[in-house]
């Protein structure tokens, strides 16, 4: 880190405290610029206290004019707004993913920052998992042969301690999983694959409002990818590429090795520079964000990654099918309304 910017924090809910708050911690120098936003003064404090100092505000255009780089961490539904705000003050941004609702609304955003010349990077963490980065490295080279699919599952019982209800109901806009979890799923399988996928089949458990459940169906160039989404219960929370040559599989949650099955025979990679702690991806990021400000660094993950996915998102949404629910159906037809 060249030198210390001085930062904002614009929302101080579970995301900014759990992730945010222990790389900001670890970095001293960076705390007598910092300023913790939110219109609950109190949170703001408590995050404070977390970090270990930066000042508190519950405003955002008091602080757009005294401040070098904000960390957004607010709702999703709100992303577009402030960060619209802040790019148009000349302001970089690391936006929390997804970065913003819909597709159009992340375009927008986009172009905004090209047309200032702002730097806008999003917190699509999974793509630094070492794991996730030798896939993209196998497929890229060509070791894997020609793909023949793609299987990917990632549920457990949803128990994230939410500051709002900013994930349910109106307040997501009635998305759920899909742009929760599926912004880092689709957007790891569309920097994989190098594609923006067509839409086979997109059902969910959504009956008008928030889905929690989802199987959805993608072709990237005839390679058929398959997904599973869940609030609800675990799931096998592994992924699998399968090619002509050799199939690489791993469990989403090892981010240090991966299994690449070839000629009948596994091997277990060991990969290089692991990380022994999920917290140290928000140092990495954290170092990144103050590289861009101060230094002009390119982000890891720009606003114009992440767009495919959005686009692919979006494109679900559109064609979005009720998943059978034999269960439920039956259920309704003997209580009475």
């Not at 910017?5 to 610029?33: N, Y």
């Not at 469990?251 to 000629?263: F, G, K, P, S």
């Amino acid at each position: 880190m060249k030198s210390a910017p001085r930062l904002a924090v614009i929302g101080c809910g579970a995301i900014a405290e759990r992730f945010h708050a222990p790389a900001l911690a670890k970095q001293p120098a960076l705390l007598p610029g910092l300023v913790l936003v939110d219109p609950d003064a109190g949170r703001a404090q408590s995050l404070s206290s977390a970090c270990g100092g930066g000042s508190v505000a519950t405003d955002l255009a008091s602080v757009t004019g005294t401040i070098d780089g904000a960390i957004v961490t607010a709702p999703h539904a709100l992303h577009h707004r402030i960060i619209t705000q802040l790019l148009q003050a000349g302001v970089p941004v690391l936006s929390e993913k997804p970065l913003a609702g819909t597709f159009a609304e992340a375009s927008e955003l986009v172009v905004l920052a090209e047309q200032r010349g702002v730097p806008l990077a999003v917190n699509n963490t999974r793509r630094l998992y070492p794991s996730h980065r030798r896939v993209r490295e196998l497929v890229e080279a060509g070791s894997l042969g020609a793909l023949r699919r793609v299987t990917f599952e990632d549920g457990a019982k949803f128990d994230w301690p939410l500051a709002s209800p900013s994930l349910f109901g109106a307040a997501s806009g009635g998305r759920g999983i899909l742009l929760d979890i599926g912004a880092h799923v689709v957007d790891l399988l569309c920097w994989w694959l190098g594609a923006t996928p067509e839409v086979a089949q997109y059902g969910d458990d959504s009956r008008g409002g928030t889905e929690a459940y989802v199987e959805l169906g993608l072709s990237f160039s005839r390679v058929p990818a398959t997904v599973r989404l869940s609030w609800l219960d675990n799931l096998r929370n592994t992924f699998s590429l399968e090619g002509e040559r050799a199939t690489v599989s791993g469990a989403i949650y090892d981010w240090n090795n991966l299994t690449v099955r070839e000629n009948g025979r596994s091997t277990v990679l060991k990969l290089p520079g692991a990380i022994d702690a999920y917290p140290k991806f928000a140092e990495e990021l954290l170092r990144n964000f103050c590289d861009v400000v101060s230094a002009g660094a390119r982000p890891l993950v720009t606003g114009a990654d992440v767009l495919p996915s959005l686009a692919t998102i979006d494109a679900c949404y559109a064609r979005r099918t009720r998943l059978e629910m034999p269960w439920y159906d039956a259920w309704t037809r003997v209580v009475p309304a």
